[in-house]
């Protein structure tokens, strides 16, 4: 990989045109899946020139699961004019934590949380169906990023150059803009796993949010919510590192994402072992009953000290996940990436329609939403020790 090399012949070999004089900033958008696409709808409604390319080949890679947003994200989507009933399709908000004992639930209490329920599925569909032909480039895995005759210069793995005006990492927590642009922040494994799974078919009286802590133990929980077709869980339990590679094929800080496929018996067995050991019956028998199974490492990153990186002749950005993945138990991945992304587009529309200092502009939007990541980053580990799991 490289990063703002003085000039790219390579470009000139595969017939990219120079970028001279242009007239809308080209924003070219690395990642489509959540903070991707509702950055490039925000842009695309602004009135900007916007690519997506998305590294999978179509666009909707991952199995992913359950995901809250608080109503700063759902008003990003209202504005989008995406109807909330198309990506909520159980608009309880009721949390209610049950603390379990020997294996009962023993107490509960209840709140309201501050948003809706939606799932990665219905989340990226709603937003990937609405980017019009030509916008999302599948198949397209960016490796670099040099210049070209002065203009930031992005490399595609299949040997393709396109030049561009502004960057916008929304690459995921395996961010190759991460890499490039702020490469010594590492990730780091916090020594737990989020067990997940989707039961098929309907778990009757279930409507809410649910949270099982068993007491006294420490290290273990589970949540569990309705889904379309029926109900998606969360099993934390701990792991070393060595036991993850073992489980799932590769270490946590390569594996980041476990696939249905990547889960062996190992994994399921110590996953059904822990349900039978602390939970009520009732749950140990939905977990146990579960096929589709995946799983994420719970991982820490050092804390980002920017979010924007001038290059020669345009700028970079990176939001979402790939500024800072955040532990699950905080519930504002997803969050911070569409309210970083509509933070982006207002300081954009500021420069292009206003005249607004494009540097100015950004190093505003940077000083606004770093503080929101950096205390998402610092909670994790608040909340994780908060269930019982010691820092790793
Ligand atoms: C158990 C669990 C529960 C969660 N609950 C919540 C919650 O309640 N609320 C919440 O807000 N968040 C939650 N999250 C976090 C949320 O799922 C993520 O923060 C969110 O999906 C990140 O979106 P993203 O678009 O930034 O990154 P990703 O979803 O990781 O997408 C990155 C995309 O970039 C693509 N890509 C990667 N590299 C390249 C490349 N080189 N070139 C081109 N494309 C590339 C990938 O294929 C992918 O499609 C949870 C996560 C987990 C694991």
Do not use: C
Request: hydrophobic residues 45%.
């Amino acid at each position: 990989m490289s990063h703002t090399a003085p000039s790219d012949p390579a470009a000139a070999a595969t017939g990219t045109p120079p970028p001279s004089a242009v007239s809308r900033p080209r924003v070219a958008i690395v990642g489509g899946s959540v903070t991707g696409p509702a950055a490039a709808l925000l842009l695309l409604h602004a009135g900007f020139d916007v690519s997506v390319y998305e590294a999978a080949g179509d666009s909707a890679p991952q199995g992913g699961g359950l995901i809250g947003l608080e109503h700063a994200s759902l008003d990003v989507l209202d504005q989008l004019g995406i109807e909330q009933s198309e990506f909520v399709k159980y608009d309880s908000e009721v949390v209610a934590h049950i603390a379990v004992r020997e294996r009962r639930p023993a107490r509960a209490r209840r709140h309201r949380y501050a948003g809706r329920n939606t799932t990665w599925p219905l989340l990226h569909a709603a937003l990937a169906r609405r980017l019009p032909a030509g916008v999302l480039h599948t198949g397209a895995t960016v490796t670099g990023l040099s210049d070209y005759h002065g203009q930031p210069l992005l490399h595609f793995a299949d040997g393709q150059r396109r030049p561009v005006d502004l960057v916008v990492f929304a690459d995921g927590r395996a961010s190759v803009g991460r890499q490039l642009l702020d490469g010594g922040r590492r990730l780091r494994y916090a020594g737990y796993v989020a067990h997940r799974g989707q039961v098929a078919g309907p778990v009757s009286g279930l409507r809410d949010f649910l949270r099982f802590q068993p007491v006294p133990e420490a290290g273990v929980q589970l949540t569990v919510a309705p889904i379309p077709g029926g109900a998606d869980w969360t099993f934390y339990l701990g792991a070393t590192a060595a036991q993850y590679t073992r489980w799932f094929g590769a270490p946590p800080t390569r594996r980041l994402f476990a696939l249905p496929h990547h889960v062996g018996a190992a994994a399921r067995a110590r996953v059904d072992e822990a349900a039978r050991r602390y939970l009520p019956e009732p749950q140990a028998t939905l977990v146990a009953g579960t096929t589709d199974r995946m799983a994420a490492p719970v991982m820490d990153i050092d804390p980002p000290t920017r979010m924007v990186w001038p290059l020669r002749g345009g700028h970079a950005v990176l939001l979402g996940d790939a500024l800072a993945p955040v532990r699950p138990h905080t519930a504002r991945g997803a969050n911070n990436g569409i309210e970083q992304a509509a933070g982006l587009v207002a300081a954009l529309t500021q420069h292009r329609k206003y005249g607004a200092d494009l540097a100015t502009a950004l190093e505003g939007w940077q000083r606004r939403h770093l503080p929101a990541a950096l205390a998402a980053v610092a909670a994790g580990p608040v909340l994780g020790r908060h269930i019982g799991f010691a820092d790793a």
